[in-house]
């Protein structure tokens, strides 16, 4: 299976598809193998992404926008967190559409601006570790971008309280990046069963099937 990493980043990040935070791990120091390309903008990330995993997956500089695939390459394509990174991002995701094959599968997730307490604070931040954040959308807008394209199969609404976004601005992985999936995970419970998801949601993760 053909599967590609869209946005790697420096190829540690400690989200991912888990469904508890126990599982935590990079995605792509976890899944990746040879049937895996990586892409990102930036060269220095890929290098990092490259030294970091230590395995035969293929790394190419790429613009989400323009991807230098042919139609219906992959399998399985992966976005995590990059897409609010790219300015007018529904062409990024067109670009995905194109090189995922008819019924492959599409994982994403993105932080929306649902809460308006929190889309302020991004105003003010402005960008997450010298990354801008070029598109803003709320979860709605999110989904109907991606109907276009692909059929939902799955969607979950996630709250990341600032008590974990701040020490994780400043630290990768510990302790910043685990308080962060603990308190997303659990805060996200206790949301969902007061019916206070997805109005207070910070971050949407779905995954959807090419149409």
Known sequence: MRKL???????????????????????????????????????RAIKEARRRTGRDISFVVAEGRKLPFADNLFDYVREWGVLHHIPNYPVALKEIARVLKKG???????????????????????????ARIESRFKSEEFLKEVEKHFELQEVEYWHRPLI??????????????????????????????LGLLPRFARHVAVKAIRK
């Open 164 to 193: 974990a976004d701040v020490p994780a601005y400043f630290f990768d992985e510990y302790p910043g990046m685990v308080i962060g999936l603990y308190w997303q995970y659990y805060a996200s419970q206790i949301l969902s069963r």
């Open 5 to 43: 990493d869209f946005g790697c980043g420096n190829g540690g990040y400690p989200g991912g598809d888990a469904v508890h935070p126990r599982d935590r791990g990079s995605w792509l120091e976890k899944y990746g193998n040879p049937d895996t390309l990586a892409i990102d903008i930036n060269l």
């Open 104 to 130: 492959g599968t599409f994982v994403a997730c993105e932080t929306v601006d649902n809460d308006p307490f929190y889309a302020y604070c991004r105003t003010v931040v402005g960008n997450w570790k010298g």
